[in-house]
């Protein structure tokens, strides 16, 4: 005969009346509130950063904080969207690069109008995304894989079309609009945190007010399930591609703004950053779970960190190692918030 032990349940009834433990309960609290836990930490860390750095709660820095956090915040829009699939995208900011690139040596080089070689630019990152999302879906390679052998494409392109040289845009031409700043009282921001801002507002309602968005989450947690329910698993797949390709369009001309003009050597750094932001929002890896406003929140904390330790006197290196530590500790969390029990 079998012993059960006193804290098996033997029913229904026994599951539902099970008392969770405070561990527990958090764990169902973070699991429902995806965006909750990098909130408590993006408050908690300007708390302390505001204590330990005495100007970096100034009007000042922290507008220079929002400005300098810009470009990631755009690029972990659409690396939201990918990586709710369940996939990566290794490749968006050197795809941000070749568009910006794109943008600026036809205004420059070529005499193209600024709103036309705006538009031809976010074509080509259309296009990039559209790549990605072809080979995934058509070919069915591995995301990580694609987008590692797209990032040294782009990568290669780009340093071939601008010959390894910065172009710089002339003062008032219309690519720099996103550079140019906006104050209020004193407090400044540039139109292109305003942009980005938008890029949230609009991807933030298509996921949580459209079928769209409910197929992607869908998809990202259960592909074959997906399928099988009638979601054209393979459609949803290349639009997440596809929209993050409009996303590194918008990140292109808000670099074009940043640095004014554009760089072939700037984007190295751009796609860790945006996962690093996605990932650290709340955003799940495994697919499926995620806000896309977690994202601006993990962005906000990878530049808090940045600044704060900038401002407090600590060696840059520590920059990285604490980026580093809080990647390693939001994946654990998320490990951790996913095996939440009934």
Partial sequence: MTTVGNETPTSAEDLLSRKHTPAERIQHVLHSNPALSPLIVLVLSVIIFGLVADNFMRPQALSLLVQQMAVVGALAVGQTLVILTAGVDLS??????????????LNHDQGVPGALALIIGIVVAIGTGALNGALVTRVHLPPFIVTLGTFSIFTAISLLYAQGQTVTLEPNAFLLWTGQTLTIG???VTWGVILMLLL???VGFALRN???????YATGD????????GISTGR????????????VGVAAWIVCGRVGGADPNAGLNYNLLSITAVVIGGTSLFGGRGLVVGSLIGALIVQVFNSGLALAGVDPNYQVLATGILVILAVSVDQWIRRVKA
């Fill in 200 to 202: 949230y507002v609009v």
């Fill in 186 to 188: 004193s407090v400044s």
């Fill in 236 to 247: 949803v797949l290349l639009s997440a591609y596809v929209v993050s390709g409009v996303a």
């Fill in 210 to 216: 459209t079928a769209w968005g409910r197929h992607l």
């Fill in 92 to 105: 968006n900011g050197m795809a941000m690069v070749l568009a910006s690139l794109v943008m600026v040596k």
């Fill in 222 to 229: 259960d592909a074959e399930a997906s399928r099988l329910a």
